[in-house]
């Protein structure tokens, strides 16, 4: 997504977080379970939250089942929290009121469908002559 488009899912997303997710799952912020309040410069949190928000929206939506909160809890609020909130993870380095912006990997600028970089493995050894 891009322009107005994502501008919009973006401010829909930024609703749900700071209007479910964390008044509910947010509990507090220490250096091993980091957050950022500038969340939303962080793209593997945007990518991370938009699928939890996706998800909770299928699981506790009319027609979910008695059990779609519960396996949006079990599923996928756990594992994304812990991504998210791991010392290793997007928002490490940034600290209550502190956003540490990260510095994106380089990219080759090859053809993404071309051959791999270098030269091809070595063909197979012949099979053994008995």
């Keep these: 997504m891009e322009g107005p488009a994502y501008a ?16 509910v799952y947010g509990r507090e912020v220490t250096s091993s379970a980091p957050w950022c309040s500038r969340w939303w410069e962080h793209p593997e949190a945007v990518a991370q939250l938009h699928g939890l928000w996706l998800a909770w929206a299928d699981l506790t939506g009319p027609g979910s089942g008695m059990s779609g909160p519960a396996n949006w809890n079990r599923d996928h609020l756990g594992p994304v929290m812990s991504s998210l909130r791991d010392p290793m993870g997007p928002f490490a380095g940034c600290k209550p009121g502190g956003h540490r912006a990260k510095e994106t990997p380089p990219v080759d600028a090859m053809d993404p469908f071309g051959p791999p970089p270098g030269p091809p493995p070595p063909p197979p050894p012949p099979p053994a002559q008995t």
């Design 8 to 23: 919009q899912t973006l401010r829909q997303l930024t609703l749900w977080t700071h209007h479910v997710l964390l008044p």
